[in-house]
């Protein structure tokens, strides 16, 4: 079956930090990979996704590259702000005959950004 | 206006009381799902839906039904509810042109008491 581990939280870091959120996964046939954010009170956003291998998702200075070798997609950004305090959802999806299935979803990273 | 809204937003109910939950979308997609969230569970598959004609298990579908009244309608059912379907609950829709990149509503948190 499909499978996404990430790591625990929460991770707090200060304001102008390097961030690093580990995500690893296993899936039958080629997943398409997600990163999913979701602010206090609020539904899942997405952030940034990739298709196939080698290819990398960005967006609002997140970065995210698929490694097939490594079955990876770690979350990365430069310099963190307060704003980015939320929970962050690593998923993937595998197309099946009739289309893509639903998501599968990691637990869930709680970010917490101090100034 | 909100792309996909979810109705309602809470709801208290007792144990073995039948409800639903109902989901409508404006994007004009043909793909809903269902997801419940509990915490350090992350998100969950309830069920899913390729058109009007099409429902599907997904990984958590026991005590749960669904109804696919139109395409941008799409409601879920639990027809005896116990306290451990207290959660929060996502409808979410995509394109199946784009049908990996999916939408979700504003959720709607559920106890069941």
Known sequence: GNSVTQMEGPVTLSEEAFLTINCTYTATGYPSLFWYVQYPGEGLQLLLKATKADDKGSNKGFEATYRKETTSFHLEKGSVQVSDSAVYFCALTVYSGGGADGLTFGKGTHLIIQP | ?113
């Open chain 2, 1 to 113: 206006d909100a792309d996909v809204t979810q109705t309602p937003r809470n709801r208290i109910t007792k144990t073995g009381k039948r409800i639903m939950l109902e989901c409508s979308q404006t994007k004009g997609h043909d793909r809903m799902y269902w997801y419940r969230q509990d915490p350090g569970l992350g998100l969950r598959l309830i069920y899913y839906s390729f058109d009007v004609k099409d429902i599907n298990k997904g990984e958590i579908s026991d005590g749960y039904s669904v109804s696919r009244q139109a395409q941008a309608k799409f409601s879920l059912s639990l027809e005896s509810a116990i306290p451990n379907q207290t959660a929060l609950y996502f409808c979410a829709t995509s394109d199946y042109r784009v049908q990996e990149t999916q939408y979700f509503g504003p959720g709607t948190r559920l106890l069941v008491l």
